[in-house]
């Protein structure tokens, strides 16, 4: 465990009017560590990454950037600065990138905002950062449309992009799930060298968590708008607490299934993002070990074991409270 | 040389052919995008076809639908249902065809949904073009087709929007058994959604396949998922069928580099991890494929030693060679070493 904590979330929460989106979301992003947030579409994982980024305003809750609550300031100079620290890069490389602008534009345009060179060295700096990411020759690719991309490419220049402002954090949102699985490893590796080489922090939020098992550290799970079990990746995944977390452990795909004829639960039940959720556990409705306190007492993030906390109250009761 | 038979591989299953595809090739403009497949889906069986995005497999679907695009063509070959060739027929013999031996669910389908029409005039809609069955009737077997996969049959009054995407994704799959077809092509069905979701689809399409006895030609990139579900597996890399086998066998003894490679894209979830490396390079520009063995520039086994093999893989396209009862494989790789 390395160093102070340059990015810390504490208490985040963020409604859409009626839908709780993120609701009470605590941790924090270490130099040199992959933190891998996990949950199926509409638990709310990609509205912590915009949240970070600046993207939205909580409802309540704080962002600390070195130390300093940075989740609403809104002078142009203060956000500036701070997202030349903290850098998103999104799910659709086919999105992001402007069809009209080569890959030199794309690059060169941050180090002049952010005055990262001297206008002498951009040339020099573009052709460093596509060797960084593994785009050679650079001075081929830097003449290219994005159109003459592959999907694998456009993602590294995405990165090279984020890369070019010498971000401290990097946030990652599903940055592989559009690319063919024979090009996901190449963008997980550069991400695992990038965390080595530079110290940066990043925020990996996915859907696989074969591939948060592959690059990450830390892994926080997330269901309707709640982090239910965090802890590291190979601890958690090793021995799961929480119910939601084994559910997503049985349904990944698995050749040897086929011998075993496990069978996944019929779901009860739908886990889209929680609307005004009642007091209780908001997993209750699919929960398979579910007992009477379930559906009255919200559970806590409680540490079951070192390091390693779930909201659970049958695998990770609180020792506080006596039922 | 060689004591291994040519192609084309019969599998080991006694259930006549359904569809049969012969030597089919594709073009778009100057790009050969299927490129002489031969492919059989029996009765019954699940098929997956699998590989990176461009290799055709999402043609293969569309040739078999007979809804290729312009420019897209049927250049060559035939697409046999039951024997009968597909390729030349009239819109109107292709038309009853589509609905009542096939149908397709294709990728992210679930926004293929009229937004402003109820679920159910949906079912409505498809069935009365196809049968003559009157609306009550037709509402009637909308409700049973939506218990089958699991979604209340109350909801053939909901709108789409108030549907989850999961559920969105079963009311297509329900309304593509609606006229209880002989072959379902699901098109990367479940990629959209997440894991969950996605097993839960597979599940319901085993289970239904085992009540209806459809047949399924099951389309994706995600290799491990066809590992558990598919009875057989066909890849497809630039345009050609490079290995076929079942499942299982694909599992434990995936012969082709590429394939192999595939296989090892996937970080495991239990056990040891080490490094991965994917599969280096992308897939070539098929209006100007590689000599030889299409897959020879990124292939781990093909290396510039002025050897004959190197020269083989070079100049000569592999062929697709039985190495094992169903399993075949089109590398000179495999026909150099023999079974």
Same mark, same amino acid.
């Given at each position: 465990?390395?160093?102070?904590?340059?990015?810390?979330?504490?208490?985040?929460?963020?409604?859409?009017?009626?839908?709780?989106?993120? *609701?009470?979301?605590?941790?924090?992003?270490?130099?040199?560590?992959?933190?891998?947030?996990?949950?199926?579409?509409?638990?709310?994982?990609?509205?912590?990454?915009? @949240? !970070?980024?600046?993207?939205?305003?909580?409802?309540?809750?704080?962002? #600390?950037?070195?130390?300093? *609550?940075?989740?609403?300031?809104?002078?142009?100079?203060?956000?500036?600065?701070?997202?030349?620290?903290?850098?998103?890069?999104?799910?659709?490389?086919?999105?992001? @990138?402007?069809?009209?602008?080569?890959?030199?534009?794309?690059?060169?345009?941050?180090?002049?905002?952010?005055?990262?060179?001297?206008?002498?060295?951009?040339?020099?700096?573009?052709?460093? #950062?596509?060797?960084?990411?593994?785009?050679?020759?650079?001075?081929?690719?830097?003449?290219?449309?994005?159109?003459?991309?592959?999907?694998?490419?456009?993602?590294?220049?995405? $990165?090279?992009?984020?890369?070019?402002?010498?971000?401290?954090?990097?946030?990652?949102?599903?940055?592989?799930?559009? @690319?063919?699985?024979?090009?996901?490893?190449?963008?997980?590796? #550069?991400?695992?060298?990038?965390?080595?080489?530079?110290?940066?922090?990043? $925020?990996?939020?996915?859907?696989?968590?074969?591939?948060?098992?592959?690059?990450? *550290?830390?892994? !926080?799970?997330?269901?309707?708008?709640?982090?239910?079990?965090?802890?590291?990746?190979?601890?958690?995944?090793?021995?799961?607490?929480?119910?939601?977390?084994?559910? !997503?452990?049985?349904?990944?795909?698995?050749?040897?299934?086929?011998?075993?004829?496990?069978?996944?639960?019929?779901?009860?039940?739908?886990?889209?993002?929680?609307?005004?959720?009642?007091?209780?556990?908001?997993?209750?409705?699919?929960?398979?070990?579910?007992?009477?306190?379930?559906?009255?007492?919200?559970?806590?993030?409680?540490?079951?074991?070192?390091?390693?906390?779930?909201?659970?109250?049958?695998?990770?009761?609180?020792?506080?409270?006596?039922? | 040389?060689?004591?291994?038979?040519?192609? %084309?591989?019969?599998?080991?299953?006694?259930?006549?052919?359904?569809?049969?595809?012969?030597?089919?090739?594709?073009?778009?403009?100057?790009?050969?995008?299927?490129?002489?497949?031969?492919?059989?889906?029996?009765?019954?069986?699940?098929?997956?076809?699998?590989?990176?995005?461009?290799?055709?497999?999402?043609?293969?679907?569309?040739?078999?639908?007979?809804?290729?695009?312009?420019?897209?063509?049927?250049?060559?070959?035939?697409?046999?249902?039951?024997?009968?060739?597909?390729?030349?027929?009239?819109?109107?013999?292709?038309?009853?065809?589509?609905?009542?031996?096939?149908?397709?669910?294709?990728?992210?389908?679930?926004?293929?949904?009229?937004?402003?029409?109820?679920?159910?005039?949906?079912?409505?809609?498809?069935?009365?073009?196809?049968?003559?069955?009157?609306?009550?009737?037709?509402?009637?077997?909308?409700?049973?087709?939506?218990?089958?996969?699991?979604?209340? %049959?109350?909801?053939?009054?909901?709108?789409?929007?108030?549907?989850?995407?999961?559920?969105?994704?079963?009311?297509?799959?329900?309304?593509?058994?609606?006229?209880?077809?002989?072959?379902?092509?699901?098109?990367?069905?479940?990629?959209?959604?997440?894991?969950?979701?996605?097993?839960?689809?597979?599940?319901?399409?085993?289970?239904?396949?085992?009540?209806?006895?459809?047949?399924?030609?099951?389309?994706?990139?995600?290799?491990?998922?066809?590992?558990?579900?598919?009875?057989?597996?066909?890849?497809?890399?630039?345009?050609?069928?490079?290995?076929?086998?079942?499942?299982?066998?694909?599992?434990?003894?995936?012969?082709?580099?590429?394939?192999?490679?595939?296989?090892?894209?996937?970080? %495991?979830?239990?056990?040891?991890?080490?490094?991965?490396?994917?599969?280096?390079?992308?897939?070539?520009?098929?209006?100007?494929?590689?000599?030889?063995?299409?897959?020879?520039?990124?292939?781990?086994?093909?290396?510039?030693?002025?050897?004959?093999?190197?020269?083989?893989?070079?100049?000569?396209?592999?062929?697709?060679?039985?190495?094992?009862?169903?399993?075949?494989?089109?590398?000179?790789?495999?026909?150099?070493?023999?079974?």
């Amino acid at each position: 465990m390395s160093a102070v904590a340059p990015l810390e979330v504490r208490g985040l929460t963020k409604h859409f009017s009626r839908v709780h989106a993120v *609701d009470d979301v605590s941790f924090e992003l270490r130099p040199g560590t992959i933190t891998a947030l996990v949950g199926e579409s509409g638990s709310g994982k990609s509205t912590v990454a915009r @949240l !970070l980024a600046r993207l939205h305003d909580p409802t309540s809750g704080s962002v #600390l950037w070195e130390g300093s *609550d940075v989740s609403r300031v809104r002078r142009r100079r203060d956000v500036v600065r701070y997202r030349s620290e903290v850098q998103l890069i999104f799910q659709d490389p086919f999105d992001s @990138l402007n069809p009209v602008k080569t890959v030199r534009h794309h690059i060169e345009r941050p180090l002049r905002i952010h005055r990262m060179v001297p206008s002498g060295g951009v040339e020099e700096r573009v052709h460093e #950062l596509l060797r960084t990411v593994g785009l050679v020759p650079p001075h081929e690719i830097a003449a290219k449309y994005p159109h003459e991309l592959s999907g694998g490419q456009r993602q590294r220049v995405s $990165l090279a992009r984020v890369l070019a402002v010498e971000p401290k954090v990097i946030l990652a949102d599903e940055p592989t799930s559009m @690319l063919d699985v024979s090009i996901r490893i190449g963008i997980l590796n #550069l991400m695992t060298r990038l965390k080595r080489e530079q110290d940066i922090a990043f $925020l990996f939020v996915t859907h696989d968590l074969a591939s948060a098992r592959y690059v990450a *550290d830390d892994l !926080l799970v997330m269901y309707a708008g709640q982090i239910v079990e965090r802890g590291p990746v190979e601890e958690v995944l090793a021995s799961p607490l929480h119910p939601y977390t084994r559910l !997503l452990l049985a349904a990944v795909p698995d050749p040897s299934n086929r011998l075993r004829a496990e069978r996944i639960e019929e779901r009860r039940g739908v886990a889209a993002a929680a609307v005004d959720p009642p007091e209780g556990c908001r997993f209750v409705s699919r929960c398979p070990i579910a007992v009477d306190v379930c559906s009255q007492v919200t559970p806590g993030l409680v540490e079951a074991r070192p390091e390693h906390s779930a909201r659970c109250h049958v695998t990770a009761p609180d020792p506080e409270r006596t039922t | 040389m060689t004591t291994l038979m040519e192609a %084309p591989v019969e599998p080991r299953t006694h259930k006549p052919a359904l569809l049969e595809l012969r030597e089919l090739a594709v073009e778009y403009g100057r790009a050969r995008a299927v490129d002489g497949v031969d492919l059989d889906i029996h009765e019954g069986e699940i098929l997956g076809l699998a590989g990176e995005s461009g290799c055709g497999k999402t043609t293969i679907a569309s040739a078999v639908m007979q809804i290729l695009r312009p420019p897209g063509r049927i250049a060559g070959g035939r697409v046999l249902f039951r024997g009968d060739d597909l390729v030349g027929k009239s819109a109107e013999e292709l038309r009853r065809f589509r609905w009542l031996n096939v149908s397709m669910v294709f990728q992210s389908a679930m926004n293929a949904l009229n937004p402003v029409m109820r679920v159910g005039d949906q079912f409505v809609d498809a069935m009365r073009a196809h049968e003559k069955i009157d609306k009550r009737g037709a509402l009637k077997q909308a409700e049973e087709l939506l218990e089958l996969v699991g979604i209340d %049959p109350r909801r053939v009054r909901a709108y789409p929007h108030e549907l989850s995407g999961g559920m969105r994704q079963r009311v297509i799959i329900a309304i593509a058994l609606a006229l209880n077809p002989e072959l379902i092509i699901l098109d990367e069905p479940t990629t959209a959604l997440d894991v969950v979701v996605q097993r839960e689809i597979m599940q319901q399409v085993e289970a239904l396949k085992r009540d209806f006895g459809f047949a399924v030609l099951f389309i994706t990139h995600d290799v491990s998922l066809l590992l558990e579900f598919a009875d057989r597996i066909a890849i497809m890399y630039a345009g050609e069928v490079i290995e076929t086998a079942p499942a299982e066998q694909i599992a434990v003894d995936a012969r082709h580099p590429y394939t192999q490679g595939l296989l090892e894209s996937f970080p %495991p979830l239990s056990g040891p991890l080490e490094r991965l490396t994917g599969i280096p390079g992308s897939p070539p520009d098929l209006r100007n494929p590689p000599s030889g063995c299409r897959f020879h520039p990124r292939c781990p086994h093909c290396r510039p030693d002025g050897s004959a093999l190197y020269a083989r893989q070079t100049t000569e396209r592999p062929v697709l060679l039985e190495v094992a009862p169903g399993h075949g494989v089109a590398c000179h790789l495999v026909e150099e070493r023999g079974a």
